[in-house]
């Protein structure tokens, strides 16, 4: 049973924007604790790009403040990532990552990001 599916990756030009989605399934959504968007360059260790709890707060890395928004739509239990102003050192696979309260940890099978310059 596939209890997270992303979409939204593709190809987008520097300066440009993409939405990335991942979808979660329901019974783990009602539970979620926290969610985060994870990335992963070729050749780079998988680091946090954005985290947002049940509360509300957000941690977002350096690289991504004032440009990467994660925020959740409780209508269709998904989570989002806005990117917007991508730039080249963006490019990786992406990976979506949630905790439930009871402390289950689940990820997505990820999707990639390409910016050109």
């Known amino acids: 049973q596939v209890q997270l599916v992303e979409s939204g990756g593709g190809l987008a030009q520097s300066g440009g924007s993409l939405r990335l989605s991942c979808a979660v399934s329901?019974?783990?959504?009602?539970?979620?604790?926290?969610m985060a968007w994870y990335r992963q360059a070729p050749g780079k260790e998988r680091e946090l790009v954005a985290s947002?709890?049940?509360?509300?707060?957000?941690v977002y890395a350096d690289s991504v403040k004032d440009r990467f928004t994660i925020y959740r739509e409780n209508t269709n239990n998904t989570v989002y990532l806005q990117m917007n102003s991508l730039k080249p050192e963006d490019t990786a696979i992406y990976f979506c990552?949630?905790?439930?309260?009871?402390?289950?940890?689940?990820w997505g099978q990820g999707t990639q990001v390409t910016v050109s310059s």
């Open positions: 329901r019974s783990i959504f009602l539970m979620l604790h926290s």
């Open positions: 990552n949630v905790i439930t309260f009871l402390n289950r940890n689940f």
């Open positions: 947002l709890t049940r509360s509300g707060s957000t």
